[in-house]
């Protein structure tokens, strides 16, 4: 009898406790209970239900009886649930003030193809004889590169092959030699320091009725990472003493149960610690259409009428107060820009193959997003991430509809940014990458799995920019960057292909016995001609279109950049040097899995829309293995075949065939946190926000070093904590009525085997909700588990 006492003294302790009730209230209450243990032990733990009521009694009466509330801010409007049935009452979000969001004009067909359209920009003169110079000088390298290569090429007996390799080289090397003049381009645009044309060299004051919203949609992510994110951002903003312009906004499609509550959770969390009250909000759509464009949609139709502007973030976006507000200053002076992309900078990443991209976005990205901005000026394309965005011709002009068919060609567009971008553009607004402006931040993948799965959905929305080419009154530069985002893709099943033929080629060179005198009367024998000065030639040539702009980026930071910001001279060249390795191990791989996702893609094989794996974890063996092995397999026989027949043919395949058969090894080993941190340790791949961290990545640091465990416990959160049940029964707009089933199931203790659709069940009816978690606290000891014990020490 006294260990039973002592352990009910011990459950009532410890949920007045989790409440927050006035220490020696809690104390009279246990004693008061201890008194009127009944001699059956049984019954003792139903005694909670009078527990519950005489606190609500008391509350009622007494609402200061709780003096430790969870969130304090929160507290008058969870009072009401804290400890009875019901839902509503707590606003996350502002009132809604609807406006409409409509598709149109898509109309798509041939003679679309030939309009043009000026807004009369100063710009447009100057565009256009850029573009001019970028297409003759892609133009006469290629047709200079492609008659040497037809030199090389032997098309006696085999024109049909010959001629296959020589097209798809010409259109191989036009795209890479896009790629280096868009280098050098921004290499001398840089250098050079002037820009009159650059967006930032115009700005105004902030109108003091200018309201911008930070928007953030989010799917299923690291809750924690998320508004760790935000209070970064925040806080950077609060320093320009701006803030009062700004407004958050965390768009949830989550339909993971655990991802749910966190969420709540955070926000009610973040809002006290941040004082956010009225500038934070929240809201998790329950139907998930359109996927990210959809959750944006979503706000332009319920709030888009407040704001002026709108920036759109990614889960893992971090952007400082001064880029925010110097991004609206530029909007301000400029009232026929739409769109304002920034160039986001890398960080975060522990994983070698993670730090590898980071240290490459640093070095090499400055002069790729200058070289854009100089040939693109105010046709540039928009990120969907990161940029700042006019709302009201957003609304208007920027609604996506669903493609005639299915999926993958058919159905939602994924890639809506290119699209949305070209959609503000035929609208007569002006879209521009700011890439001078410093303090955007964003993660890249930390694995090349997790590339590659990313790689993937892009491939299946990229292609869907083929029925959007012909699309009414699309800027010709749209319609290029279009065809480009499938060349992403496209190009790898060229490269593959490529390669392919010329181990063919070369492999009936040995096999096909040439035939010397073509005529039947020929005097004299036709001699096979091999040209190795022109091949030598080539080969250096595209070598050079490829690496060169890598020893730009290596050139501009030893004059502009202060090298020692990335370890130093020695460190940053071998950094470089190290890239330049990886980059060609891994150049193959992706070839190869571009050309897979291509295939099945027109196929009509489509992919789904999961959460993507951001953290540092590593790939294990087998998932490596599960996922090369065919790499592997196609290496082995193609080295093999191409080595018996045409072993000096083989050579030139090294590379390509290293890369393949080490394809696990370097997809494991890469990914590694450990491996990343013993090159950081040696001074390699080291970044400006690694050796000198700006405040935004101090404070994201800081609060990601000790993150609330709390976050991870989830939906077992809403059944345990009467704070945390209470807070979403009251963000509950619906009361939904659980079916009588799973009302019985959980109640009789089976709440650790309720799958999916039954978890989601409960947490959407409030009154099964409240009623579970009183199950819980009144069961008997035998049920109260270890690892409820374990999350109540927090509390302790």
């Given at each position: 009898m006294a260990a039973l006492a002592l352990t009910f003294t011990k459950r009532v302790l410890s949920y007045i406790w989790i409440l927050g009730v006035t220490t020696t209230r809690s104390l009279e209450i246990a004693i008061e209970f201890l008194h009127q243990i009944p001699s059956k032990g049984n019954s003792t733990f139903r005694m909670f239900d009078d527990l519950i009521a005489k606190l609500k009694g008391d509350l009622e009466e007494e609402p200061s009886l709780i003096d430790r509330p969870r969130w304090p801010k929160l507290k008058e409007k969870i009072l009401p649930l804290l400890l009875k049935k019901g839902n509503g009452g707590i606003a996350s979000a502002p009132p809604v003030n609807r406006s409409s969001m409509v598709p149109r004009d898509f109309m798509v067909k041939f003679g679309n193809l030939f309009e043009t359209s000026k807004n009369g920009a100063t710009w447009e003169g100057t565009a256009n004889r850029r573009r001019t110079l970028l297409a003759a000088l892609v133009v006469g390298s290629t047709a200079l590169s492609t008659h040497f290569m037809s030199l090389v090429i032997q098309f006696k007996d085999r024109e049909i092959l010959?001629?296959?390799?020589?097209?798809?080289?010409?259109?191989?090397?036009?795209?890479?030699?896009?790629?280096?003049?868009?280098a050098l381009a921004g290499l001398v645009s840089i250098l050079r320091g002037v820009d009159r044309y650059a967006p930032s060299a115009s700005r105004s004051k902030i109108d003091e009725r200018t309201k911008v919203a930070l928007v953030f949609p989010i799917y299923n992510e690291d809750t924690g990472r998320v508004f760790a994110g935000i209070e970064a951002t925040y806080r950077s903003l609060e320093k320009t003493g701006m803030l009062k312009h700004y407004d958050f906004y965390i768009l949830s499609d989550s339909n993971d149960p655990n991802a749910w509550v966190s969420e709540e959770m955070a926000w009610a969390e973040w809002r006290e610690r941040l004082n956010a009250e009225g500038k934070l909000f929240y809201r998790r759509r329950t139907r998930n259409i359109k996927k990210k464009s959809g959750n944006i949609a979503d706000f332009c139709r319920r709030w888009g009428k407040n704001y002026k502007y709108m920036v759109v973030f990614d889960a893992d976006s971090v952007m400082s107060g001064n880029i925010l507000t110097e991004m609206t200053s530029i909007m301000e002076a400029n009232p026929r820009l739409g769109i304002l992309q920034s160039a986001p900078k890398a960080v975060g990443r522990r994983s070698l193959y993670g730090r590898i991209q980071q240290f490459a976005s640093y070095v090499y990205g400055p002069i790729f997003a200058a070289g854009l901005s100089f040939w693109q000026l105010g046709d540039a394309q928009y990120w969907g991430h990161n940029a700042i965005i006019r709302v009201k011709p957003f609304m208007e002009n920027c609604a996506l509809p669903r493609l005639p068919g299915d999926p993958?060609?058919?159905?939602?567009?994924?890639?809506?940014?290119?699209?949305?971008?070209?959609?503000?553009?035929?609208?007569?607004?002006?879209?521009?990458?700011?890439?001078?402006?410093?303090?955007?931040?964003?993660?890249?993948?930390?694995?090349?799995?997790?590339?590659?799965?990313?790689?993937?959905?892009?491939?299946?929305?990229?292609?869907?920019?083929?029925?959007?080419?012909?699309?009414?009154?699309?800027?010709?530069?749209?319609?290029?960057?279009?065809?480009?985002?499938?060349?992403?893709?496209?190009?790898?099943?060229?490269?593959?292909?490529?390669?392919?033929?010329s181990s063919l080629q070369a492999l009936l060179d040995v096999w096909v016995e040439p035939v010397y005198f073509p005529s039947e009367y020929a005097l004299f024998p036709e001699w096979p001609v091999w040209y190795p000065g022109w091949a030598l030639f080539l080969f250096i040539v595209t070598i050079v279109l490829l690496f060169l702009p890598k020893l730009f980026g290596l050139l501009l930071v030893m004059a502009k950049g202060r090298p020692e910001l990335f370890g130093g001279k020695i460190r940053l060249t071998l950094s470089v040097l190290l890239e330049t390795l990886f980059s060609v191990l891994f150049a193959p791989i992706k070839m190869l899995f571009h050309s897979k996702f291509l295939f099945f893609t027109l196929l009509g094989q489509k992919v789904g829309w999961g959460p993507q794996e951001r953290s540092d974890i590593g790939i294990a063996w087998k998932d490596a293995l599960k996922f090369h092995w065919s790499n592997m397999v196609i290496g082995l026989l193609w080295g093999a075949i191409v080595g018996m027949v045409n072993p000096s043919f083989c050579v030139w395949l090294l590379p390509i065939l290293i890369s393949f058969v080490l394809s696990v090894f370097l997809s494991v080993w890469t990914s590694r946190p450990s491996v990343g941190e013993r090159f950081r340790k040696a001074g390699l791949f080291l970044t400006p926000q690694e050796v000198d961290p700006s405040p935004e990545m101090m404070t994201l640091n800081e609060v990601m070093s000790d993150p609330p465990a709390w976050l991870e416990w989830g939906f077992k959160s809403a059944l345990f904590d009467p704070w945390v049940n209470a807070l979403h029964r009251g963000l509950l707009r619906k009361n939904f009525k659980a079916p009588s089933d799973l009302t019985e199931k959980t109640l009789s203790g089976e709440t650790e085997n309720l799958n999916y659709k039954e978890t989601m069940a409960v947490l959407s009816s409030p009154e099964l909700l409240f009623d579970l978690h009183k199950a819980i606290w009144k069961s008997s000891e035998d049920r109260f588990t270890d690892e409820w014990r374990d999350r109540l020490s927090f509390f302790l």
């Open positions: 010959g001629y296959l390799m020589l097209i798809t080289f010409a259109i191989l090397f036009a795209w890479i030699s896009v790629g280096f003049w868009t993958p060609l058919g159905g939602e567009i994924l890639s809506h940014d290119f699209v949305e971008a070209a959609l503000m553009r035929r609208a007569g607004y002006e879209v521009w990458l700011s890439y001078d402006l410093e303090g955007s931040y964003e993660e890249t993948p930390p694995t090349l799995l997790e590339e590659l799965s990313r790689d993937r959905r892009w491939c299946q929305g990229n292609l869907q920019h083929l029925r959007l080419f012909l699309l009414k009154g699309i800027i010709p530069a749209h319609r290029f960057l279009f065809l480009n985002g499938v060349m992403i893709y496209g190009s790898g099943l060229l490269w593959f292909c490529f390669i392919f033929m």
